[in-house]
């Protein structure tokens, strides 16, 4: 039986407990860096401040004292619902720009990729195909799109950037393989069985998930492989950098004041109700006048606003009672309507407003004063935010610290 007829079977049997290591090209001569890298020793202490406001969530786990400092709150999602996901396409590797690569197109729409290697990673290879095939479709798309220059550009910067992404990915997968213990590499063998069956519920049977996957240029293996590196580079990298992540009080609210005037302070909005009596409409502008006074007069003495302007108005939001939701001071099309609109209480409707093409009567629905978001609404997100930030350029240092301690060759003119 072939390795997918094994993996199929496995999946169904067992919890999909696929293949191990495909044997590579050979212990190859590494290159090390002169020293150990930030990540060779003990994480990073963390900063003897913590955020103290901060509620602990379900699920947030309490770092233990390191060396007699206090208790920092870990991020929440930092270790057990993995909110955390590097981005390692962002990782500005030393790769350097090559030629546009050869992607032709058969008469059946079907594209063709001759495959070869573009690098050699320690002891595993990365091919044209490994960069080239996931994206199939779109480069189907981009040729039909873009004109023969941008499709060249777009399948260059691709290149550039999915060949580093897949440097990263096999360092860190090198790694974390070399510290997967058992329990571990069953756990993810069970996750990898339930997503292959996920997936074939989805298409609807294991044979059309193949005919799927054979259209876009892969196989059920070559799909589950990915799904099994990036579920294992995931893991090792929450595991092993994002408990040195910390944020401080203090640090959040320098961020907070920093970004404060830019992101919350909230204008006061009010709730527009609007019904517009169009001039063009009638033989003579009085007449569009004494209609709008009218209305506006029975909307003063208490009637519905909104099913008066059912009736009467002309505008976008008429077959929603005149609603155009709330608005900020000068955000509104016409200049008169909005001048008017910020001089009224709640609940109030105005004089007649006369613009250039028509007679409006508005009303202020509702009245939201401005303010200023307070740091204890938004400082869970900031947290999230600086950590996120910080976790990724942690990942992006542990990398190019590997890059450093590695064998990495290159083969642009393969491109």
């Not at 930092?78 to 390692?88: F, K, M």
């Not at 049977?205 to 492989?225: C, I, N, P, Y």
């Not at 893991?235 to 830019?262: C, Q």
Request: proline content about 6%; glycine content about 8%; hydrophobic content about 35%.
């Amino acid at each position: 039986m072939n390795r997918l007829g094994l993996i199929l079977t496995a999946a169904v049997a067992a919890g999909c407990g696929l293949g191990r290591d495909e044997p590579g090209l050979g212990a190859l001569e590494p290159r090390m860096a002169t020293t150990g890298g930030e990540f060779a020793t003990d994480p990073t202490r963390p900063e003897s401040e913590v955020n103290p406001s901060r509620r602990l969530e379900p699920g947030d786990r309490v770092a233990m004292p390191v060396r007699g400092g206090p208790q920092p709150v870990r991020p929440s999602g930092v270790e057990g619902d993995g909110r955390y996901e590097a981005r390692l396409q962002d990782v500005p590797l030393p790769v350097p720009s090559g030629p546009t690569p050869l992607v032709a197109e058969e008469a059946n729409g079907r594209v063709w990729i001759a495959d070869t290697i573009l690098a050699e990673v320690n002891d595993e290879v990365i091919t044209r195909e490994d960069i080239f095939g996931p994206l199939r479709p779109q480069i189907r798309q981009w040729r039909q799109d873009l004109e023969p220059e941008e499709f060249e550009a777009r399948c260059r910067n691709v290149a550039d950037l999915k060949l580093r992404e897949a440097i990263s990915e096999r360092l860190v997968a090198q790694e974390a393989k070399r510290s997967l213990t058992e329990a571990q590499t069953q756990e993810l063998d069970a996750t990898l069985g339930q997503i292959l069956k996920d997936l074939v519920a989805e298409a609807g049977s294991t044979l059309l998930l193949e005919e799927r996957l054979k259209a876009e240029g892969s196989t059920v293996e070559q799909r589950m492989d990915r799904e099994r590196r990036r579920l294992l580079i995931q893991r090792f990298l929450r595991e092993r950098i994002a408990p040195t992540v910390h944020v401080t009080h203090s640090e959040l609210l320098d961020y907070y004041r920093k970004v404060r005037d830019e992101r919350y302070v909230e204008p006061t909005r009010i709730r527009l109700r609007l019904i517009e009596i169009r001039k063009s409409e009638f033989p003579d502008e009085a007449q569009a006048r004494a209609l709008a006074g009218a209305v506006c007069a029975r909307a003063l003495g208490g009637e519905d606003f909104a099913k008066l302007a059912e009736r009467y108005s002309r505008d976008a939001m008429a077959e929603k009672g005149g609603d155009w939701g709330y608005v900020t001071e000068g955000a509104f099309r016409v200049r008169a309507v909005d001048q008017v609109l910020f001089t009224l209480r709640t609940g109030a409707v105005g004089p007649v407003v006369d613009a250039a093409d028509a007679f409006y009567v508005v009303k202020a629905e509702d009245r939201r004063d401005g303010r200023i978001v307070p740091f204890t609404e938004v400082q869970n997100d900031l947290e999230r935010e600086i950590s996120d930030a910080r976790y990724n350029e942690r990942v992006s240092r542990y990398i190019q610290d590997l890059y450093r301690k590695s064998y990495v060759r290159i083969r642009r003119e393969n491109l």
